[in-house]
Each structure stands twice: as C-alpha cells, then as structure tokens.
C-alpha cells in the first residue's frame, strides 16, 4: 500500500493558543473572497431514508411528503453547482466518492476551516461517522495542516461561523453539536483569542448556518424568526446589517448561502424572496436548484468546506 507523504501535523494547535496562522490555506471569516473550495462527490450520493431521520427534521418531513430520490437530477444539480463556483473563480477540489459514506456530499458536517487549519469533527449519525477518513486522506494528500479532531462529542461543521476576523459563533442542539464539544471548540478558539458567541438551538433547527449565514463584510442573512433575538442583538451591536429571510424560506435551506466575495454569493432556488433582496443590494447571485440536496437535509453551505478565502 503507498504511504502519503505529508509534513502537515494532525496537530497543529498549540495548546494554550499562539497557534500559526497559514498562508497557503485556512479562512479568517465567511465572507472573504473564496479561492479554494472542499465539496463531496455527488456519485454515490443518494437518501439515506428512516436510517437518518432521527438526526433531522427536514429528513422527517421529506419522508412524511413521500418524495423520491432521483440520482440524474441529483448529478446535474450538483454540476451547476460546481459550474456556478468555477464561474466565480473557485477552485474546486472534490472528496473521493464511497459507496458507505453516501452523504459525504454534505462536506461541511464533517469539518471546518480555522485560521490555523482544519477541524475534523465527530458527526453524530453512525451511518456517517465514517467520513473522517476521507477526510483525513484529503488533507494529509494536500498537505494541510489539520488544526486538531473534535474528541469530546458530536459536532459537525455547520455549527461553527465566522462571522468576522476574531469573531466566531457556535451553535449546539445537544444533538448533532453537543454543548461540551462545542465548548471544547470554543476553548480551543478564545486560547487564540477569538471571541466566542455560543447559540444553544433547538435540534429541530439542526445547525447555527441554517439561520445565519454571512453574505459580506458587515452583511449577514437571519432568519428572525429562529434566531435568538439575543444573537440578533449581538450580530447589530457589531454593526452588521441584517437582510431577513422567511421561516418558509428558511425550512426550505433558503437562509444556508456561500459568500463568495465581490459582492457575490452562492444561494439556491429555494430563496426566492431572499435572492431578489440581494440583488436590489447590487450583488450577484447564482441560484440553481438543489432540490435532491436539501430534501435530504443540507443546502450549499453544508454541501462546502472553504479551504482558503482572502482575508477579511
């Protein structure tokens, strides 16, 4: 078997903070141009049913309406999706498709981008725990340092944002993020000294990005309706502008948007109202349907892992 050769640690923090900030990789907020993007491969993607409907309530309720599953449209979705990065300039890196990982397509679940390095998390469902070794073989391969691995208890990806350089929020349900992982996250962060927001959510709402989600600098998608209004508060209190988004939107992964700078960002069909808000701003938005993707349960920004983004 050939051995990967990598001088990236599976450690790079250091513990007490003064961690190295990279220059090749790593992002210092949500919203900086992005350069590099991690997404899943769509091929062996498809729904994983009652065996994942415990973990989400959007799962739930595609099951209750009884739609299927259809790979074709699934492929040329993901394929617009791919397109609409490449035509913003992003680089497009994919993780290898495996029969037993089929929602590894959902790449932010199973890591994030710090400053210093990736995080590989510990996903709560068992039929999907598995993807940290794709994951570890993406980064050792790339030679990217991996900042550490979550090791207290469920968290996934979506419930760490960086909303600006120094600033990040963690969300946990208690669930999927549990409140001692994510506040072994947070050490770990305000040890660098990040400031930290936690935002206990219910696990109905499965992720802090399905209701705030960054489009610019000092521009943040919310949903009011979900969000704690004391999270509302502190977004404002940093003078960032609000831009609402429906709880009918919302529940559709309307709200879960990529920014990819230069006053573009990332969203689906599924935000109508959200997209003609962002346009009237002068931004450009690409919208395709990710229909297949977000009835089983994550939109574009759970479907991406930003590897390096300009700083902020």
């Known amino acids: 078997m050939a051995m990967i050769e990598t001088t990236s640690p599976l450690r790079a923090r250091v513990p007490g903070g003064g961690s190295k900030v990279l220059e090749r990789w790593g992002i210092d907020s949500e919203y900086g141009t992005l350069r590099d993007v991690l997404l899943g491969s769509p091929e062996r993607f498809r729904w994983l049913g009652e065996e994942n409907a415990q973990y989400s309530a959007l799962v739930r309720e595609t099951l209750r309406r009884g739609y299927r599953f259809d790979r074709g449209l699934a492929l040329r979705q993901h394929a617009e ?34 400053p210093f390095g990736a995080v590989v998390t510990q996903l709560a469902s068992p039929r999907r725990r598995g993807e940290y ?26 419930d760490f944002n960086m909303i600006e350089p120094g600033c990040v929020l963690i969300g946990y349900t208690g669930l999927r993020g549990e409140e001692v992982s994510a506040r072994q996250v947070g050490g770990w962060m305000e040890a660098e000294g990040i400031e930290v927001r936690y935002a206990p959510i219910d696990e109905y709402y499965v992720h802090i990005d399905l209701m705030v989600c960054m489009l610019a600098e000092k521009l943040c998608a919310v949903c009011l309706d979900t969000t704690d209004p004391e999270i509302v508060d502190w977004l404002q209190a940093k003078k960032i502008e609000i831009v609402p988004v429906s709880f009918r939107e919302t529940m559709t992964l309307g709200c879960n948007v990529v920014a990819l700078g230069n006053d573009s960002v990332l969203s689906t069909t599924a935000a109508p109202e959200l997209n003609a808000r962002l346009r009237a701003l002068g931004m450009t938005v690409y919208d395709p349907d990710m229909s297949q993707f977000q009835l089983a349960g994550g939109g574009v920004h759970c479907m991406c892992q930003p590897l390096r983004r300009d700083p902020a």
């Open 133 to 158: 070794a794709n994951v570890l073989r993406f980064y050792l391969e790339h030679d990217i340092p991996i900042y550490d691995l979550v090791s207290a208890g469920n968290f996934e990806g979506g």
């Open 81 to 114: 999706m791919v397109d609409a990065y490449r035509q913003a300039g992003v680089a497009v890196h994919l993780l290898d498709a495996r029969e037993e990982t089929a929602y590894g397509v959902y790449a932010r679940d199973s890591n994030f981008m710090t």
